[in-house]
């Protein structure tokens, strides 16, 4: 379980963005998702860093890629957002 998902987008709007988020909690954990970051751009409030983990890489890719979240992501207002799959190799804390 140390696979991850970072997503960094533009969104229309932070508050209609968030409702969205919110509201697809269900979906997002039953495709996998089991726990996440939301962080904002310092500078940016439209600018949103989604951080994840997922059960596997391939769950989260069909996830992101499907028809169903494409059409979430137009209706929240998400420009252009990057992903980035990751595979956790070291953790630490000081």
């Known amino acids: 379980m140390n696979n991850h998902v970072l997503i960094i987008h533009d969104v229309d709007d932070y508050i209609a963005w ?4 919110d509201a697809a909690a ?17 500078n940016n409030p439209n600018k949103i860093i989604h951080f994840s983990k997922w059960i596997s ?3 989260a890719k069909a996830f992101f890629e499907s028809d169903e979240l494409v059409a ?4 929240a207002g998400v420009k252009a957002p990057e992903f980035v799959y990751s595979v956790l190799i070291e953790e630490g804390e000081l």
């Open 18 to 21: 968030k409702e969205i988020f």
């Open 26 to 42: 269900a979906i997002r954990k039953q495709a996998g998702e089991l726990s996440y970051q939301v962080l904002r751009a310092e």
């Open 57 to 59: 890489l391939s769950n």
């Open 72 to 75: 979430l992501r137009i209706k």
